[in-house]
């Protein structure tokens, strides 16, 4: 099916939602997605800051939709038109988007420990207005320890319901959620009872915000001063292939994560070993620098070589390039 995303045309397969159709061209057209996550089914829909505008419904039926549309939920039509960076519309209603996502979200990127590698913190800088208009209580929460290495700090959640669906789709069985509903809402293991499974430790991957925390790696340094190399090492668990990013200062491994691709989600989900057991160099095989964005926080200090993201301007190369990283980098 032929869709044309802010002037720019790609063929894809019949179902492509616009969001994945938009990362196949790749560059600056790309919706932002909060909730959205390639590697985890039925994710998305709950943010709506991939909101975009079809000004052309199809070939068949060209009239455009009558409202913004989340494009990780709205699969393309042929011959559909959409517009997300060249429509003044779409940007007002990320802008607003922004405000209602921070109504209750604390602005304590000073002393989170996502900061540097948070979502909304990026999103925010984007779109977000000099000052907020709320007047009201923000919700907060105390911390809960979920088991002995990860932190919930539910006051700074977004509700994008990412790590509930880890933790159903990745490990082996689920005990926390989503509890209540409307502003009540809240992540819980309702027992406050630890998670205790081989894949637990993704869930601080997904969370877009500071709300899970690595507690092995929580106010031990910013993120910015740190070193990132790509890792591997010959994991035994049969759903991990221990390819990993560790995050240096020093000598010392500070952390270590799965590796994020260009819209930092995870490539493949890693174990709990490889993640919270494996801080030493001798437990790893090095494989150089991670490359990080040009527009990254996390590269300023670093003089290695920047591959800054593609510019794409009609060019098919490009488009194909992005298309073969976009399906490898794909699995649901
Ligand atoms: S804790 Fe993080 S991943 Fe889970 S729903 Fe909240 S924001 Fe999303
Ligand atoms: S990414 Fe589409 S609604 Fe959240």
Redesign the pocket.
Known sequence: MKVTIDGISVEVEAGTTI?NAARIIGGDIVP?????YSKLKDS???????LVKVSKGSEKDPRPMPKLV????TTVMDGMEVQNITSPEVIEARKGIVEMLLINHPLDCPICDQAGECHLQDLGFEHGAVKTRYEFDRRTFNKIDIGDKIQLHMTRCIL?YRCVYVADQITDHRIHGILNRGDHSEISTYIHAAIENDFSGNVIDVCPVGALTDKTFRFKNRVWFTNAVEAHRDCDHANCNGKVTLWYKGEEVLRVTARKDVYGEVEEFICNTCRFDKKKTADWVIEGPRKVSHKSVISSNHYEMLNPPPVVKNNPVLIEANKEQFERETRL
């Open positions: 969001l932002p997605a909060m909730c959205y998305g829909g709950k943010c709506r800051t991939c989340a494009s990780c939920r994008c």
